[in-house]
């Protein structure tokens, strides 16, 4: 006789930090016995695991609640967006339970409650690297949670906590595992990279036996011996980080480094509540230019910050000109509900921030489009992301997955996601390149 094994639908929305939740979620309902299922059909209950972090995100996670229950009806809600169950409940009266961000205990304790688990747990076997959610060949590793810092347009530290860092053994065990199934690129992920192992003054853990303190630096260094690409992502532009160019240079770790600088004006950035030494990051961008010449710099901006005048932008503009960044974000300032920001005064109309972003966005394509056509002809080691009958997705080490352009290579060829191979750039636009196999 076979009985029926309890079976959860699951919606992940957010950044890549609440898709490692979702993953830790996933690994532990496997563990007990849970089936699980990508649609709300057969499932006995749906799990929406939210984002909170802009207004945007807002009403994304509360349309997906909403979805879920008026086609299931059966829904736990988790997430950032579970910090405001008040806000959760009144649009949705009837969801079995709201948690927060990083609360796995108090997910699995609605789901027991709501779904008993089914009575032999280790029926199914669960992979020991756990459930991802990511393609096989590359895996975020997220290796803490919150952040200590505390921007003002930011809601984060609010939602997710101040910095609370994992050993450093328990991340290279993880890291090394998902290597050994595997994954060929690791993403390290955290709110604030760069911050890794403050909260626990560096306390030295083990790995193979081996003493390791619980700093970037040293988790970039063991990371790197790991054979997988490493790519380090929201790294704070702490001067430590300077530290990390020579292993770039030395190609134990990608050259790419994801650090988000949000604006080039002092002023801004002091009424931002970020670091404001300005002149000293175009200096620091050349020098690690020096040391790494094929590093990709990848960062973020808010234009129409509250206060920002037309000099400031301007300064912004002229920074962007002068450093010349490769991969570039940048987002007209939206007052997130709960954020310091939104008591500032001086707050920008909406048509002047469409138009700073607009014309931000304008010169970054120009910097961007001649970046890239500077690599037609050269010759690159790429990560195969997705095969077609017609075309072959793959990165490069300048391209991080979802975030970034892609390089294309028309035809068909024998290749296998995960695979890396050697091209050579043929042709270029503003995001993306084209290549052909050596
Ligand atoms: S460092 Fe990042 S996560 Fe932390 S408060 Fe600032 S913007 Fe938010």
Redesign the pocket.
């Known amino acids: 006789m076979t009985s029926h094994t309890p079976c959860i639908g699951f919606v992940s929305l957010g950044c890549p930090k609440a898709l490692v939740d979702s993953e830790r979620i996933l690994t532990q309902l496997r563990a007990e016995g849970y089936a699980i299922s990508a649609s709300y059909e057969g499932a006995d209950l749906v799990i929406v695991n939210t984002c909170g972090f802009i207004d945007a995100a807002i009403e994304e996670s509360l349309d997906a609640i909403g979805e879920a229950v008026e086609k299931h009806g059966r829904v736990i809600v988790t997430g950032c967006l579970g910090v405001k169950a008040d806000q959760v409940r009144a649009a949705c009266p009837t969801v079995l339970a709201v948690t927060g961000p990083h609360a796995y205990e108090e997910v699995m304790a609605a789901v027991h409650e709501h779904l008993p688990a089914p009575r032999h747990p280790f029926l199914h076997l669960l992979p020991p690297h756990g459930i991802k959610l990511t393609p096989r060949h590359y895996a975020y590793l997220k290796i803490s949670e919150g952040?200590s810092?505390?921007?003002r347009f930011?809601i984060?530290?609010d939602l997710r906590g101040d910095l609370v860092s994992r050993p450093i053994g328990e991340v290279m065990q993880e890291a090394e595992s998902l290597v050994d199934a595997g994954v060929r690129e690791l993403l390290v992920v955290a709110?604030?990279t760069a911050a890794y192992g403050m909260d626990i003054d560096y306390r030295p853990d083990f790995w193979h036996n081996r003493p390791l303190s619980t700093r970037i630096q040293t988790l970039a260094e063991a990371l790197g011996e790991l054979p997988a690409w490493v790519r380090l992502h929201y790294v704070?532009p702490y001067p430590h980080v300077d530290d990390l160019i020579p292993l770039m240079a030395r190609e134990k770790i990608l050259p790419y480094l994801d650090i988000?600088l949000q604006h080039a004006s002092r002023r801004v950035l002091q009424a931002m509540r970020r670091p404001a030494a300005t002149e000293r990051m175009l200096e620091r961008i050349s020098r690690w230019r020096e040391i790494c010449p094929g590093i990709t710099l990848r960062s973020t901006f808010i234009v129409g910050f509250p206060g920002e005048t037309e000099s400031e932008f301007e300064q912004l503009l002229d920074f962007l000109r002068e450093a010349r960044l490769d991969r570039v974000g940048c987002f007209a300032y939206s007052p997130v509900a709960g954020a310091a920001a939104n008591e500032l005064p001086d707050q920008i109309p909406e048509e002047i921030k469409e138009a700073r972003l607009e014309r931000f966005m304008a010169v970054q394509a120009g910097i961007s489009a001649e970046k890239l056509a500077a690599r037609v002809g050269s010759r690159l080691t790429v990560l195969v992301d997705e095969v077609g009958d017609e075309e072959t997705i793959a990165r490069s080490a300048g391209e991080a997955p979802e975030i970034d352009g892609c390089i294309h290579i028309e035809g068909a060829w024998d290749l296998e996601p995960g695979d890396f191979i050697e091209v050579e750039v043929t042709a270029s636009e503003e995001h993306d390149l084209w290549a052909q196999p050596l």
Do not use: N
């Open positions: 952040c810092h505390r921007c930011c984060i530290p709110q604030d704070y988000p």
